[in-house]
Nanobody
Framework: QVQLVESGGGLVQAGGSLRLSCAAS????????MGWFRQAPGKEREFVAS????????DYRDSVKGRFTISRDNAINTVYLQMISLKPEDTAVYYC????????????????WGQGTQVTVSS
């Protein structure tokens, strides 16, 4: 069983920054793509960013390109989401997830999920 634990969420003013972390259990972390998704109240969960096992392939949704950076440290089984220039529309619960294979924008391509961390951006 794989466990994913997110941290780093909080309340920040528009234009501010946060860095989310996701710590994963298990010995084969580097073999799997990882993704970040978010879900705002009343909205469907949406893809934010993904990174391949080696870190060589990265993908972002258009609205966060240039503001968010996904990275990973396979030595400590952790994936990060650095967020700058935050906007009120970034407010959501952010989830990390382990991919079944290659990077994907589809939630169905991920088999393990964290419990989520709240990010609130005030205007």
């Amino acid at each position: 069983q794989v466990q994913l634990v997110e941290s780093g969420g909080g309340l920040v003013q528009a234009g501010g920054s946060l860095r989310l972390s996701c710590a994963a259990s298990g010995r084969t972390f580097s073999m799997y793509a990882m993704g970040w998704f978010r879900q705002a109240p009343g909205k469907e969960r949406e893809f934010v960013a993904s990174i391949s096992g080696s870190g060589g392939a990265i993908d972002y949704r258009d609205s966060v390109k240039g503001r968010f950076t996904i990275s990973r440290d396979n030595a400590i089984n952790t994936v990060y989401l650095q967020m700058i220039s935050l906007k009120p529309e970034d407010t959501a619960v952010y989830y990390c997830a382990r991919g079944r294979g290659y990077t994907s924008r589809s939630a169905g391509s991920y088999d393990y999920w964290g419990q989520g961390t709240q990010v609130t951006v005030s205007s």
